[in-house]
Structures are given as C-alpha cells and as structure tokens.
C-alpha cells in the first residue's frame, strides 16, 4: 500500500488523519501517473505552478542542453547569458528595470519587504507601516507570514511577526449586487491607514489564492492605485501564482492597470518545472540603494542565485507563452459553458471566474472556511475518478495547466457536479 516513507516529513500534512500519498511515477500535459500506468487529471496545476503541461519536451531539452552548458555558478563576480536574456526579458514585460533572484515565492516575497523597507530606511524617512490584505496568503517565511492573514496555520509564531495594518478584500462573484459598497469601505479605511505614514501596500492582484480563491474586479485595483501613488507609500504585487497568464493577461497587474513598484514572481516562472523566485523593482527604487555609503548596500543573496538551469527553463517557458498567447487569453471562454451550467445548482453559490482560474463555494450547514470538511469529501470523491482538486475548505476550483484539452475539462466538471450531487 502507499504510504509516506518513514524518512519524509511532508507539507501541509498532519499524518495521523491524512490518506497515504500516492507514488507517481510519470506526467505527461495535464495528466500523473500512478504505477500502475492509470492516469489523473491534475486540475490545480500541482499546487499552482505547472504552467504548459507536465514533462513539456521544449523546456526540458533547454534545462538539459543548459545542464551540459553550465549548470551553475557563483551570482556575485560573475554572470551568464541565460540570466541576462531573462532580466531583460521580464522587465519589459512588467515595466520594471530590475530584477533580483532568489528561491521560490516566499523569498520573492521577503526581497520584495526587505527592499520596500531599505528603500525609505535610505532615503533618510525611516517608516514602519505596512498595510495588506484581510484573507492575503504570501509564503511561509517569517515576513510573507508576517503580511499574511493570521490564522491556525501560523498562530504559534503570532509573537514573532512584525505588525501589519489590515483592509478588507472586496471579493466578487456572480451576480453580486453589494460589491461597490464593499469596495468603497476597503477605499474609505484604507485612506484613513494612508494618514500614517506607510511603506508599502502588499497585495495578490485580481485574485487571493490560498485564502480562498477570491477575486475582485479589476476597477477595484484601479482605485487603489490612485490612492497608493497619492499617498507615496509604494505598491507590492505578489504575482507568485497569478503571474504568467493565469488571470488571462500575461500579468494581473495589468489587467488591473497597477504599475507596482515591486512585484514578486514564481511558480509559473521556470513553466512550473524548477524553483526559482524572482523579484521585479522600478528604477525609482534601484536608485536609492546607489551609494558609497556600505549601509545603503542590499545585503541579501541566495546560494543558487540565478541558477542557470532555473533561467534556461523560465526562458522556454517564456518562449511558449509568446509563440501560443492564445492559449492564456481564451482561456475563461473555455470554463464558462461549464460554470453557467454549474450554476443553476441549488448546492453551489459564489461562481467565479478569472482567466484561467475557476472557482466557487459549496453551500453547508457547517461554517464557512478552510476547516470546512465539505471540501474533503468531494476531493476524495474526484480522486477515485481520476481527477485531482484540493479544495480550500468549502471552496472548490479549477487551476489547470494551459495544455488540458476541452475533454479532460469537461472531464472534470462532470465529476465535480456528480461529487457535489452524492455527496
Ligand atoms: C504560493 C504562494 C506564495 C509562496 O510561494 P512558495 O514558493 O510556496 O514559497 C506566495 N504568494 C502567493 C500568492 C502564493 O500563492
């Protein structure tokens, strides 16, 4: 039987109440393979970073081709070709001039603070106020816990992380008549914030993830750009998970019309096949740290800072995107037959939708949230139907790779509407 080995400590896992893991042996597009050679689905792009598909032959032989070339080297004194072509490439697609590597979401997450801090710390008006989102999920490190919603899963840290001023997240869904009215209380409060002077506002653009799948409208974001650029304070974009075409725009920011001071990118980055984090920041903030003055240094670096394998990959990922835009662009086309149909039912509220991101919530009699177990057993219910979700408590979505064909999606729906109908 499956089962975690005895040596492994996994994520988000508490062994004693899980179900044994499964051993997959290959992937292919949007499909796992277990041993036995019987295929899953993935719909949630394997904890939302897949991109164009599982073992896509095109990145591989560039991180293959790369790994016979130069597979690593020191990031300070020296530099390559792959990281270069990728900082530029990334810059003009973001707007932003400079880019700074690390690891993975969470430390994109932490360069993002640390240089919003150092910015104002060098220009001489040392501030402390950092203003994020009611339900924001940005990493696991001690500053990505620190803006992040406080709950269960950081409570025994709660001491240790530095305060954080709090707005609410006008979420939308369809058919919601009162959203304007909860913009306009997140606006009023967020303004009465900006009396103090702020460092920055951290916020996911156009879509909370881990917080529940929550979307607001991009004019939203438009107003709070206003109000961000009046005040001073600067802008973070934690892009981790809907950067690289998810919302249907190649970043959310733009489809929000936010130009950000700095913005933190990484799961799609290297296509979803290699960790990597980087993040993005205006020549505005740059400049500051132009000094004689060792104080003024960014003192922050990465062993595998800009690790040639991780740029090969976020450059063919990169060249996908750009050869099939498409494939981004239509995707909420491709969602949309399946949740009109999926909302005329009576145990389903809240649909939404942005780009390639489909979500909703199941109506219970239990409290809304991630402890919710309604979630569980539709999760359970699809995996014995090869396909795989991981709901957020009550809220079930679809964040598929680009690559899942029009059969494997509707796929999926099926076998949602027929777990929400038995269960
Ligand atoms: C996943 C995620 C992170 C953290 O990224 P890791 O690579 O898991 O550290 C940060 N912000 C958002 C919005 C995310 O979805």
Known sequence: MDKWHTNIWPPFTQITSSKPPQQITSAKGALLFRENGDPIIDAISSWWVTLHGHSNPYIAEAIYNQAKQLEQVIFADFTH????????????????????????????????????????????????????FEGAYHGDTFGAMSVGERNLFNEPFEKMLFPVRRIPWPATWWDDQEVEKREQETITKLESLLETPTVALILEPLIQGAGGMTMVRPEFLEKIQKIIHQSKAL?????????????????????????????????????????????????????????????????????????????????????????????????????????????????????????????????????????????????????????????????????????????????????????????
């Open 81 to 132: 070709l792959q990281a270069e072509k990728l900082a530029q490439r990334l810059s003009k697609a973001t707007g932003l001039q400079k880019l700074f590597f690390s690891d993975n979401g969470s430390t994109a997450i932490e360069v993002a603070l640390k240089l919003a801090f150092q910015w104002w710390y060098n220009k001489g008006e040392p501030r402390q106020q950092i203003i994020a």
């Open 235 to 423: 802008l973070i974009a934690d892009e981790v998970m809907v950067g690289f075409g998810r919302t249907g725009s190649l970043f959310a920011s733009k489809r929000g019309k936010l130009s950000p001071d700095l913005i933190a990118l990484s799961k799609g980055l290297t296509g979803g096949c290699l960790p990597m984090g980087v993040t993005m920041a205006s020549q505005k903030i740059f400049n500051n740290f132009l000094d004689d003055d060792p104080r003024k240094t960014f003192w922050h670096g990465h062993s595998f800072t800009a690790n040639p394998l991780g740029c090969a990959a976020a450059n063919a990922s990169l060249d996908l995107l750009e050869k099939n835009p498409n494939a981004f662009t239509n995707f909420e086309l491709r969602h949309l037959p399946h949740l009109k149909k999926l909302s005329k039912h009576p145990k389903i509220k809240k649909i939404r939708l942005t780009g390639t991101i489909a979500a909703f919530d199941l109506q219970t009699n239990a409290q809304d949230g991630y402890l919710n177990a309604a979630g569980k057993a539709i999760k359970d219910y699809a995996l014995k139907h090869n396909v795989f979700i991981r709901p957020l408590g009550n809220v079930i979505y679809l964040l598929p790779p680009l690559c899942i064909t029009d059969t494997q999606l509707e796929h999926c729906y099926k076998i949602i509407t027929r777990s929400i109908e038995s269960a």
